[in-house]
């Protein structure tokens, strides 16, 4: 019973607890709320507070009124997924269901303006059927969070369009401190305006060392990933970029804009652009170039599939990649592209020179790689001192004989704890037992 659950959390916040995690379900706010008053101020005092709210039967405005008195708070982890709606509430919305997260959100944005001592906040709203005014009213009320050191925004999946977007900016105002950014704004439409109002609040970030964003199926084109770049020119800190667009109309011009002067403190760098269509050698050319700006780069992520770049962007790229003389971790997918012979080799030959490099992952399947085209690429690959090894080349050109010759070079490769190779147009797995099984077992 509530009574019950509130005399149980009373004895545990009376006892310095340091961290609540909190799965709540119908009726147990009620509780919470009960047990806050009750324990005068032990809930109050404790510093992390991590809530998942699974179904529309939780009050969530009690929620943000017991957040509210939380005065000492400095993390907050909050999942309402589904309180505030479903998936399908994006395509036909509730109007009486909106009209009640705009209520609610004045709740939290009040809640969260008053945890002055934040410094780690993660809000999942996605799939709530959240639109514009939702997100005007729950942001509009969070002025600022000085303390505020990471912020985690999960908004995909919903009804927001650039206005939505200029409200999270205007609360991103206040968290300038963070040096840890995440946005999820992936499958809304935020369009090139909405991606320009994102990049005009970037700069104050002066601090930030690892910045997220998602915008997969967002309509932001050319002009809003011209905007996102400028935007990266200013962040002299930092250290991870992870750039996932998806779906999104952007031409060469756009990627070119978006990574042309990438930040020289950069260490790792994830780049995810497939199903862009317009999309050609132009692109890596100037992800080539953008990344001889980054000479310490450690970390590099690349996934274009399902593009028309080919062989002349990936020789490009590759020159590029093979002066990044500090890279540990490689990850190229170019799956179901124009990539042949020449590309694929150039690739080889830039890993070769990588002396640290520990780790790489070449997703190449349905390309135009024939039977030269891959021995040497696997010529190359045996060169390597990679711990982890992942090749992917279903679904090219070469005959049954070359990928039996490749897998009996693999086999080879005796000093690589874990390999997974496949070829041909069937599975023809190759792992080798290491002391970490699950790693054996993935590669299965």
Do not use: Y
Not at 153 to 159: A, F, G, Q, R
Request: with cysteine.
């Amino acid at each position: 019973s509530s009574f019950k659950f509130g005399a149980v959390m009373n004895s545990c916040l009376d006892s310095s607890l340091h961290h609540v995690v909190w799965f709540a379900g119908p009726g147990a706010w009620q509780a919470v709320s009960q047990c806050s008053r009750a324990s005068r101020g032990s809930l109050l005092g404790s510093p992390g507070l991590s809530i998942e709210l699974p179904d529309h039967a939780v009050d969530v405005q009690s929620v943000a009124r017991t957040l509210s008195r939380l005065h000492s708070l400095v993390h907050l982890d909050v999942d309402v997924k589904g309180c505030w709606g479903t998936k399908s509430t994006k395509q036909r919305p509730d109007r009486s269901l909106l009209d009640g997260a705009a209520t609610t959100a004045v709740e939290w944005g009040s809640a969260l303006t008053r945890c002055a001592t934040l410094q780690r906040l993660r809000l999942n709203l996605a799939c709530t059927g959240l639109n514009d005014a939702g997100v005007l009213v729950l942001f509009s009320k969070v002025h600022g969070l000085p303390s505020l050191q990471s912020v985690d925004l999960d908004l995909s999946n919903n009804s927001i369009s650039p206005v939505g977007v200029s409200a999270v900016c205007t609360m991103l105002h206040g968290c300038h401190t963070a040096r840890k950014v995440a946005l999820k704004l992936q499958s809304n439409k935020i369009r090139g305006l909405g991606a320009c109002e994102l990049a005009a609040v970037l700069p104050l970030f002066t601090g930030l060392e690892q910045l997220s964003i998602n915008l997969d199926s967002t309509e932001i084109g050319d002009d809003g990933a011209h905007a996102l770049g400028r935007a990266l020119t200013t962040l002299p800190c930092l250290r991870t970029l992870d750039l996932d667009m998806w779906f999104n109309d952007i031409g060469d011009a756009g990627v070119r804009g978006l990574v042309a002067k990438l930040p020289p403190s950069l260490q790792h760098f994830r780049l995810a652009v497939p199903k862009n269509k317009r999309l050609g050698d132009s692109f890596l050319k100037s992800l080539g170039s953008g990344l001889l700006h980054c000479p310490g780069l450690r970390g590099l992520d690349v996934k274009f599939a399902s593009t028309f770049a080919g062989n002349d962007g990936l020789r490009a790229l590759s020159s590029s990649i093979g002066t990044l003389l500090d890279l540990r971790t490689l990850s190229i997918d170019c799956t179901s592209t124009r990539v042949g012979n020449a590309g694929i080799v150039a690739l080889g030959n830039a890993m070769v020179s990588l002396q640290h490099l520990a780790s790489v992952s070449v997703f190449a399947r349905g390309n135009l790689i024939a039977d030269s085209g891959i021995s040497q690429f696997v010529s190359s690959v045996a060169q390597l001192n990679a711990d982890n090894l992942q090749l992917d080349f279903q679904d090219n050109i070469f005959t049954q004989d070359v990928a039996d010759a490749v897998m009996k070079r693999m086999r080879q490769i005796v000093d690589c704890p874990s390999v997974c190779v496949v070829l041909g147009s069937a599975l023809r797995g190759l792992t080798l037992e290491t002391s970490d099984s699950s790693s054996a077992e993935e590669c299965k």
